[in-house]
């Protein structure tokens, strides 16, 4: 386990949760049940391996929620560490929860508990493939490598296919570095070495494909579907 905890979800704001519920529910995702946590509207669903929490907010960019129990004791912990917040909510009478960022900008969100209720352990079919890796967009990758090594990822050797990025892998999430110029926003990847076949029934469907792909990537066996809050899943045949 990583200093930040469990993972729990992907955070990602969304202005209609309704539309985007519907996108990844097309998508083979499933609901699963959330906790009063939140005064805003709050879904989150799941292909057994990677949740997506979707919260009705304004603003703000995905969060790479995670769970730590005891959290304002916990605090001290991460101070020492290097690890300072810039926002905490720890009262006696709050949910504990706390943000801080990676030197990209990457927000990182830790919690006292979990905000919704595990769903099945086995794996749902997903029409996207297999759930990879997070990847984000890094100007420094000595810096925010440090970061995440620091905070218990393990870095892998760099890699140049099916796009230049640095892995990084923990118990339950795996992340992928890669530079602006290629992406500049983070992205949901999935693989499949079939992955052209499952393009081809996801272009059927009519969902909303970018007209736009990473340099390099072949368009006939990758592509990028754009949820309806904005989040980019891209789909490699390559495994990553």
Do not use: K
């Amino acid at each position: 386990m990583t200093i930040f905890g469990r993972f729990l979800e992907i955070s990602i704001p969304a202005d209609h949760v309704y539309a985007s519920v519907q996108f990844y529910e097309r998508l083979g995702f499933r609901q699963l049940q959330c906790n009063d946590t939140w005064p805003h509207l709050y879904g989150v669903l799941s292909d057994g391996r990677l949740c997506i929490g979707l919260h009705q907010r304004t603003g703000g960019t995905p969060a790479l929620s995670f769970v730590r129990p005891g959290l304002a004791q916990h605090l001290h912990e991460l101070q020492v560490a290097g690890f300072e917040p810039h926002y905490t909510r720890l009262g006696e009478d709050d949910f504990h929860e706390l943000q801080l960022r990676d030197p990209s900008g990457q927000d990182v969100v830790l919690l006292e508990a979990r905000t919704f209720s595990p769903g099945r352990s086995h794996q749902l079919e997903s029409a996207c493939g297999y759930f990879a890796a997070y990847s984000m967009p890094a100007t420094d990758f000595e810096a925010a490598q440090a970061f995440w090594e620091h905070a218990g990822f393990v870095a892998l050797e760099a890699q140049d296919e099916p796009y230049a990025h640095v892995p990084l892998t923990s118990d339950h999430l795996n992340l992928a570095l890669h530079r602006p110029r290629l992406l500049e926003a983070p992205a949901l990847v999935f693989t499949d070495p079939e992955m052209n076949a499952r393009i081809t029934r996801l272009r059927a469907m009519e969902l909303p494909f970018s007209p736009d792909l990473p340099r390099g990537l072949d368009r006939d066996h990758n592509a990028m579907l754009v949820a309806p809050e904005g989040t980019l899943l891209l789909l490699l045949q390559a495994a990553l």
